[in-house]
């Protein structure tokens, strides 16, 4: 709220937030907090923000509120009002229960990467893919049709395991790791293997080595994309088409 100059202190976004409601904050390393403030606001009677609409930023540039007129109005209920549904909350979840009554106290590291939760997982991925377009019923390919097969898997995502994960993942074991490549080396068939480009940004293309992976190929898999390279939390992409020659190559590869 500061960065967007709807307030000037930590002490006014404390007032506002619990204001409009909100109960929690994301504040990953910053020792002095904007919630850390609250007892401020609560000491000195108020923890609410009354401001017409007419005084607040944007609004017929008028400059922000002072903080005597943040702090104007009277609401001491306020912090238990915001404070009793995170509790409640947080008591469903069972936070505050006995060990004993967690059933997951008794789990250890055998449950970590356990056959049954990998099958899980493997379940979910495939629940989870999204056929958009299926030209003359390619898809799926059929496992008694791959023997003797020749399959070209190309691209920068093809067998970069740094790349699979998106914000906030854990990075598992390398054993564990399945990439496009990995994967369909394990079905009955002839892979050939070609990244054309080291990197999602794509910069530096070998055309060759692309073509010669997919040109002798019954069926090309093309791994394409992004990662977290080149957008992430608090680093979008300019527009939505695919980086560097990534296009170029997809049109190498089915040609």
Not at 2 to 7: A, K, N, P, S
Not at 18 to 35: H, T, W
Request: hydrophobic fraction near 35%; include cysteine; glycine fraction near 8%.
């Amino acid at each position: 709220m500061l960065g967007h100059r709807y307030t000037r202190t930590f002490l006014e976004t404390a007032v506002a937030s619990m204001n409009a409601g909100c109960n929690l904050e994301l504040s990953y390393g910053m020792r002095n907090n904007v919630f850390m403030q609250i007892p401020q606001a609560l000491a000195m009677g108020n923890i609410t923000l009354q401001v017409s609409g007419a005084q607040r930023v944007g609004s017929q540039g008028r400059p922000p509120p002072s903080t005597a007129e943040v702090l104007a109005s009277r609401s001491p209920q306020t912090l238990r009002d915001r404070v009793r549904p995170l509790f409640y909350t947080r008591m469903r979840l069972g936070e505050f229960d006995p060990p004993a009554m967690n059933p997951y106290s008794a789990l250890d590291l055998s449950a970590v990467q356990s056959p049954e939760h990998r099958n899980l997982s493997l379940e979910a991925a495939v629940k989870s893919f999204v056929l958009l377009k299926n030209v003359r019923g390619t898809l799926p390919l059929q496992a008694q049709d791959l023997p003797g097969k020749r399959l070209a898997v190309v691209g920068p995502f093809a067998d970069n395991p740094q790349v699979l994960f998106g914000d906030y993942a854990p990075v598992p074991e390398p054993r564990y790791i399945y990439t496009p490549r990995r994967g369909l080396e394990t079905l009955p068939v002839n892979v050939s293997f070609a990244a054309g480009c080291r990197k999602p940004q794509c910069q530096q293309y070998s055309r060759a080595e692309v073509v010669g992976a997919a040109g002798t190929a019954d069926v090309v898999v093309v791994c394409l994309g992004t990662g977290t390279d080149l957008e992430t939390e608090g680093k979008d992409r300019r527009d939505l088409s695919l980086p560097g020659h990534q296009l170029e190559l997809l049109q190498d590869a089915v040609q």
